[in-house]
């Protein structure tokens, strides 16, 4: 057999029995689309509720290698929306709240991603908020990758989940009326190639 052909066959079996393996893809974070979720305790008697932008940003995945992929998230602080104006405002001008506005960002940078089955795993990285870093360990899914509908670009879709304590950022405001634990949700979509509708989304935004 010719060694062209050999070539050729030995390429097709491979990739028949899953031997060709995926590399890391770098990805455009949607900024449009793309969300921090928290919610705390309100004395007892509720959860409040408020979310985050995410700015623009890039991310690296490998599907059959999570531990090649990394994820870098910010958050504008000016972007924090507890779902009223007047409260909002309050919040900013309230000195308690102060370490909270320390700095203009919130930065999330992945150290390791480990899968745990085909749509599953942890992200541990280092959290930045009031500006203190700690480290952080994430519950992470991987909701799809495939084609978007509307731009007709390779995405893909994550959500991570975990829980904080605000104290350990120096955020200790009003600790007898508003609770210690934040539960955070993270929601990306990101596609290959540059987000057509960033710049625009990032003029028309607050708090970038």
Not at 53 to 82: A, I, Y
Not at 110 to 127: E, F, P, V, W
């Amino acid at each position: 057999m010719p060694l062209a052909r050999q070539a050729l066959v030995a390429a097709g079996l491979a990739a028949a029995c899953g031997l060709v393996q995926a590399t890391p893809v770098d990805y455009t974070i949607m900024t449009k689309v793309s969300r921090v979720a928290f919610n705390l305790e309100h004395q007892g008697f509720i959860q409040l509720f408020g979310t985050l932008r995410v700015t623009q940003g890039t991310l690296t995945f490998d599907s059959e290698d999570w531990s090649k992929s990394h994820v870098d998230v910010t958050m504008p602080v000016g972007s924090l929306d507890m779902g009223d104006g007047p409260w909002n405002a309050q919040i900013r001008g309230d000195v308690e709240w102060a370490p909270l506005f320390k700095t203009t960002r919130i930065t999330f940078h992945s150290t390791q991603l480990k899968r745990t089955d085909a749509t599953h795993g942890t992200m541990t990285g280092d959290l930045t908020l009031g500006g203190v870093t700690r480290p952080v360990t994430l519950d992470l899914r991987v909701n799809k990758i495939g084609k978007n509908d509307v731009s007709d670009a390779p995405s893909v879709g994550f959500s991570a989940t975990t829980t904080l304590k605000r104290s350990a950022f120096g955020i200790d405001a009003y600790e007898d009326l508003v609770g210690d634990d934040i539960a955070v949700q993270i929601q990306i979509e990101a596609m290959q190639g540059p987000d057509p509708e960033a710049k625009m989304e990032t003029a028309t935004q607050p708090g970038r």
